[in-house]
Nanobody, 119 residues
């Protein structure tokens, strides 16, 4: 079992920055993928960014160039640095840990942290 605890959400003006953190605990594997998804009101949950233990990052097109994902594997922690925030970035952000070889059986989610961007 894996537990994910997020922090760092909040209210920020458009153009501002926020940094999200997520610490994983429990049965962590060295090849786990970690990342972030988000869900805005009335919309489906969508990928924001993921990063493999080998360092390969994958970003949604809407955040590329503005958001940066990083990992600190010694602390089982993943970060999301969000710059140049836009109104449309408002959503609940969920931390994710997954094992691609498990076809979704071993996907874990945090409780979510609210990010609100105001004009």
């Amino acid at each position: 079992q894996v537990q994910l605890v997020e922090s760092g959400g909040g209210l920020v003006q458009a153009g501002g920055s926020l940094r999200l953190s997520c610490e994983a605990s429990g049965s962590i594997f060295s090849d786990d993928v970690m990342g972030w998804y988000r869900q805005a009101p009335g919309k489906q949950r969508e990928l924001v960014a993921t990063k493999t233990s080998g360092g390969t990052a994958n970003y949604a097109g809407s955040v590329k160039g503005r958001f940066t994902i990083s990992r600190e594997d010694a602390k089982n922690t993943v970060y999301l640095q969000m710059n140049s925030l836009k109104l449309e970035d408002t959503a609940v952000y969920y931390c994710y840990l997954g094992r691609p070889w498990s076809s979704g059986v071993y996907d874990y989610w945090g409780q979510g942290t609210q990010v609100t961007v105001s004009s």
